[in-house]
């Protein structure tokens, strides 16, 4: 069965310094996601793309959040400077259409 | 705007017993509704969806679910639950006219299944 691949599993970062997730998806999955999961809630969106194009970033912190999926397939996500309150589980998903997705197993940070 | 409350943060019930998790939603637009399932440290899985057609909507290892329109609800059932069924459960909803597929997710509720 198909699946988006994350990396890394887990980091641990100090606070000020960069950090950066990669996520693979389904192949042939034009929209990609990015959600962000802190302990204890639900996921919310961070930015989604179709292609390589940003359908909505509006949840996005831009003064320390970025994201590219410059070639339409794989795509990073980066926080600089990370801050204590970044810490959670990163998700990220591909879908061929509107209907559901599927998810990776995301990547658990922790800002120290 | 949409938005999804899950009723209960815990349920806790013995092995083979019922359940039901609740999920009520809100929005001014027709919706696709979801549920998901996350083990510890894992990503979220789908287990089942509602997007037209029959209200009642099942999963491969025995849950459903059903749509109730005029109660804004999509709650989640099971006859009889395993220890394996101990998890966090999403509610999520999206907007059936957009195109975004982007999806509002609930608090979750805690299955804790005990022997």
């Known amino acids: 069965e198909a699946e988006v691949a994350q990396s890394p599993r887990y980091k641990i970062t100090e606070k000020s310094q960069a950090v950066a997730f990669w996520c693979d998806p389904i192949?042939?999955?034009?929209?990609l996601y990015w959600y962000r999961q802190i302990l204890g809630q639900g996921p919310e969106l961070l930015v989604q793309?179709?292609?390589?194009?940003?359908?909505?970033d509006s949840q996005l912190p831009k003064d320390r959040f970025s994201a590219e999926r410059l070639k339409g397939v794989d795509s990073t996500l980066k926080i600089q400077p990370a801050e204590l309150g970044d810490s959670a589980m990163y998700l990220c998903?591909?879908?061929?259409?509107?209907?559901?997705?599927?998810f990776g197993s995301g990547t658990r940070l922790t800002v120290v | 705007a949409q938005s999804v409350t899950q009723l209960d943060s815990q349920v806790p019930v013995f092995e083979e017993a019922p359940v039901e998790l609740r999920c009520n939603y809100s929005s001014s637009v027709s919706v696709y509704l979801f549920w998901y399932v996350q083990y510890p440290n894992q990503g979220l899985q789908l287990l089942l969806k509602?997007?037209?057609?029959?209200?009642l909507v099942e999963s491969i290892n025995g849950f459903e679910a059903e749509f109730n329109k005029s109660q804004t609800s999509f709650h989640l059932r099971k006859p009889s639950v395993h220890i394996s069924d101990t998890a966090e459960y999403f509610c999520a909803v999206s907007d059936a006219a957009g195109n975004t597929g982007k999806l509002i997710f609930g608090q979750g509720t805690t299955l804790q299944v005990k022997p």
């Open positions: 509602y997007l037209s057609g029959s209200t």
């Open positions: 998903a591909s879908s061929p259409a509107r209907n559901g997705y599927t």
């Open positions: 793309f179709q292609d390589e194009s940003v359908v909505d």
């Open positions: 192949s042939g999955h034009a929209t």
